[in-house]
């Protein structure tokens, strides 16, 4: 057993006895990085997933399955390969930027097989309950019951890993639609959706504008009569393609730019926010610009519905205030007749049916975890929740960092602040979250990207320091701080330092390339044109001063 010390100015200390038993629920993203961690860390993984396969939400099912993450059919990654991928193993040059599902779920096939880690999975296992052991306060250990073809087991375990995710309960506010009961017409959540089949000819009503509200509403839109999209405030919209062709997120999430966000007073980054986000498309010419604009909510990702609603195949409406047996009234007080089928894409509730209720709580908007994982009154800590928050990055390298420092919490490597200083950590970290993201439901588990994993690899130890590198590598220094701030980067320092680490940061361009490089291409000339239009520029400008 392992022992944890919880030290306020959290000094990294070891015990000499240490847990070895760990359960992970779950075995998609979170489960599968969290398996690995704990191999890693030597201590004695068990991951419980109640399906046959691994994948979680990533795996598309034609039909819908209670308690199980449901996504389209159509659905493709919302951040670029660069900057999803493990850090220790980077995905093949081949894969595309952006990945259709079936494409990440042959990623995670190729990377449980690599680290052998279906030998730790329990497939078609449910878990039943997670209880603290009587003498929990001085042993820290667990009892998981679970439920396999019938029947039921019991077994004791050191530390629980919670990877079983925060999008399979939804959430439907039908007492925010007067009228409801009356609709004639069809309407379910969006997880319910998989394809466009059977909407042809058909007007459809889509309430939201997240990112599966607008994947939804543009498919439909090909093959329904009319699709309406309803949102109460509105959405910046973002391209996959950013500056000269690349991606995203190569572009957005870099350390100089975190940098600048961080310390630009915040008029000028509300005025550069604005400037950045309406470079595509003006958001208020297409009725989508965001009630609160300054906002840093997470933007949709769509590269094709500022064009479907240019040709009229989308109309933006506002808020819903009223349904009758067929036809939405809006807040602006227009009418639409007519109404086929209503699709809510409302999102999510979190629900943990196993777990005691008072380990994940959410209270006054608040998720009160530690960091987004730990619950900050258990007297050991032996239990996290990994992949409930919602980085403005991606998820992958997020529940990696998350999951490195939750084993080496568990092998009593690294320690916890008091209960005190966990709930004061909270509270602020809350209070920044409502100044930056606001207070919506949707945004109680938004967090910044580069701060949080640099928060997270400090934990570790595994953080790199720029200014000592700068005098060691120059040239990789300027890679980390103006280039992509991917997950290579934390391989370069500390436990789980990786040898491939430095090459990987330096080959990714290559890489993002290598699948958009499929025609041949005479070679370009050595001789700029550009330079030559600003020598021949210079010599006009010359000629014009003398004659």
């Known amino acids: 057993m392992q022992t944890i010390v919880r030290d306020s100015d959290k000094k990294v200390t070891t015990k000499e006895t240490m847990a070895k038993k760990v359960a992970v629920i779950g075995a998609g993203v979170s489960g599968l990085i969290s398996l690995k961690c704990c191999v890693d860390e030597g201590l004695e993984p068990t991951c419980f997933e ?116 925060h999008h399979i309960l939804p959430r439907i506010p039908l007492e925010s639609f007067p009228g409801i009961e009356r609709f004639k017409g069809q309407y379910f959540h969006s997880r319910q959706y998989k394809n466009p089949d059977g909407f042809e000819g058909k007007q459809v009503l889509v309430i939201g504008i997240g990112n599966s509200a607008s994947d939804i509403a543009v498919e439909l839109s090909k093959k329904a009569s009319q699709v309406f999209i309803s949102t109460r405030q509105g959405s910046w919209v973002l391209s996959r393609i950013s500056d000269c062709g690349y991606p995203w997120d190569m572009v957005f999430h870099t350390r100089f730019r975190s940098m600048l966000r961080n310390v630009l007073p915040r008029a000028v980054q509300k005025w550069m926010l604005e400037r950045q986000m309406n470079q595509w498309f003006h958001h208020e010419n297409y009725g989508l610009e965001p009630q609160n604009k300054y906002l840093m909510k997470e933007p949709v990702l769509n590269d094709d519905l500022p064009s479907r609603i240019l040709y009229g195949a989308i109309k933006v409406k506002s808020r819903v205030t009223e349904l009758t047996e067929t036809s939405a009234i809006f807040e602006d007080g227009t009418v639409e007749e007519d109404i086929d089928v209503i699709v809510f894409a409302t999102g999510y509730t979190f629900s943990f049916p196993f777990l005691e209720d008072s380990l994940v709580k959410v209270e006054d908007n608040m998720v009160s975890l530690y960091k987004y994982m730990f619950p900050p009154h258990l007297e050991k800590a032996t239990l996290a929740c990994i992949g409930l928050i919602q980085p403005l990055g991606s998820i992958f390298p997020t529940v990696e960092l998350q999951a490195r420092w939750v084993t080496r919490v568990f092998k009593g490597l690294c320690t916890l602040p008091s209960e005190r200083a966990m709930m004061e950590d909270i509270i602020k970290r809350n209070k920044n979250r409502i100044d930056l993201f606001g207070e919506s439901q949707s945004q109680i588990l938004q967090t910044n990207y580069i701060d949080y994993l640099d928060e997270l690899a400090e934990e570790i130890g595994a953080k790199p320091d720029l200014l000592s590198l700068l005098f060691k590598d120059p040239k990789l220094a300027v890679k980390l701080y103006f280039g992509p701030c991917n997950s290579y980067q934390y391989r370069l320092v500390g436990p789980g330092r990786w040898e491939g680490a430095k090459g990987a940061i330096l080959s990714q361009k290559q890489r993002m390339l290598r699948p958009l490089k499929t025609r041949t291409l005479e070679p370009a000339s050595n001789f700029p044109v550009s330079l030559l239009l600003k020598i021949l520029g210079l010599l006009a400008v010359a000629l014009a001063f003398f004659f």
């Open 50 to 165: 109640r399906t046959e396969d691994i994948g979680g939400l990533w795996r598309f099912k034609e039909n819908v399955e209670d308690g199980r993450a449901s996504i389209y059919q159509s659905v493709i990654t919302n951040t670029s390969k660069e900057m999803s991928c493990f850090s220790d193993f980077p995905m093949p040059e081949d894969f595309p930027n952006f990945l259709h599902n079936s494409k990440l779920l042959e990623y995670f096939r190729i990377f449980a097989k690599k680290f052998d880690l279906l030998k730790y999975i329990q497939f078609q296992t449910t878990v039943l309950s997670v209880k603290r052991c009587p003498d929990f306060s001085s042993s820290g250990q667990w009892e998981v019951v679970t439920e396999s073809k019938g029947k039921e087991q019991s077994a004791i375990f050191d530390a629980i890993m919670v990877c079983s995710g």
